[in-house]
């Protein structure tokens, strides 16, 4: 989605751009040769670097908690595998986009054309578009089991299966590899471009806002009737955790449209605007937008790991086996 790290999502006006400098070498860098401000790239690079390790750290702890788990309280809930599953994904943005889009910068920084681009670019390709529409459809699952917890309690739990979402889960990630294959079709750049942005970005934000205010409602009405009825402390804690996952997922829809929006927005600018597409200003905001894309992923772990009790507390008990283990072995040694 980022015009930055995905040069086959870039609109043909900036190919033919590419071509009046004259570098046929398809190693060379087109925005290097556009924009060649040394503290834009530098300032970059080091937001850069600084994003890929917090995704990469945050997610990767997350990752160890769960499957660590001292008191083996995560991975039973259907949502646990989702919320593996969007911590997975964030990872490997982490670790095999952001890291070498902020390597990239580096270089850029330097002037100097990052060696072996093209292998690299083919990387970061696949990996953003498939990590990004595994995190978005992700997200849409997670809304839709917090929807029929509190919408369907007595029959969640046959409705929400772990079978179904592993299913789900794997179905994912085949169509978002799958996706990754289409440009080497014939398909016009152009439309290829389109179907990314509705697919990642449009059908996931009208998604997640039909079903939040599903969500509401059926809170609301869940919570009058729990109070006519005089609810017992049983009724009431899970209804606070149901609030609290709600609150949770709302940060992360909020989030996803905060990312989501600004790349949207100039992507379809650099195709129906023809000043956007000879502006160099309006390039720089765009390569910085680009960036928004990843805050998403540095966030998510740290809602999962602080706003759900059991997250908090399989956290707080790897610390303190960690170190346990830590003392032990410093007084063998």
């Known amino acids: 989605m980022a015009t ?12 033919s751009a590419y071509t009046m400098f004259n570098t046929s070498d398809p190693n060379d860098d087109f925005y290097l040769t556009l924009i060649d401000d040394e503290a834009f ?5 080091v937001i850069g ?31 646990d595998l989702l919320i593996t599953n969007l ?32 292998v690299f670019k083919t990387v970061m390709y696949a990996v953003l578009s498939t990590t990004l529409f ?46 990754c294959g289409i440009p080497v079709t014939n398909i016009p750049e152009r439309a290829y471009t389109l179907i990314y942005l509705h697919t990642h970005a449009s059908l996931p934000t009208i998604l997640l806002t039909v079903i939040y ?20 402390s049983i009724a009431s804690h899970a209804l606070k955790r149901e609030r609290r996952m709600v609150i949770a997922i709302i940060i ?26 000879q502006s160099i200003t309006f390039h720089k905001i765009d390569v910085a937008l680009s960036r928004f894309l990843y805050i998403n ?7 999962y790991a602080w706003r759900i009790p059991k997250y908090r507390r399989a956290f707080y008990d790897c610390l303190q086996s960690f170190f346990g283990k830590g003392k032990v072995t410093a007084r063998r040694g």
């Open 4 to 15: 930055c790290s995905c040069n086959f999502y870039r609109p043909v006006c900036l190919q």
């Open 41 to 45: 790239w530098q300032s970059l690079a």
């Open 49 to 79: 670097f600084i994003l890929a390790i917090v995704i990469i750290l945050g997610n990767a702890t997350l990752l160890y908690v769960t499957f660590k788990d001292p008191r083996k309280s995560i991975r039973l809930s259907p949502p």
């Open 87 to 118: 911590s997975a994904s964030d990872f490997l943005l982490g670790l095999l986009n952001v890291f070498l889009v902020a390597l990239r910068d580096a270089y850029r920084f330097s002037l100097v054309h990052m060696p072996f681009s093209e």
């Open 134 to 179: 595994v995190s978005s459809y992700s997200i849409i699952a997670l809304s839709v089991t917090c929807y029929v917890a509190i919408s369907r309690p007595v029959e969640y739990k046959s409705i929400i299966t772990r079978r179904r979402l592993k299913i789900y889960i794997a179905l994912l990630w085949l169509i978002s590899i799958a996706m």
């Open 213 to 232: 205010v599903r969500i509401f409602r059926a809170l609301a009405r869940r919570t009058r009737e729990l109070q006519h009825n005089r609810y017992d």
């Open 252 to 277: 992360v829809l909020a989030l996803f449209y905060i990312t989501y929006i600004p790349q949207y927005a100039t992507l379809h600018l650099l195709y129906f605007c023809k000043p956007c597409q």
């Open 297 to 303: 992923s540095v966030i998510n772990p740290f809602i």
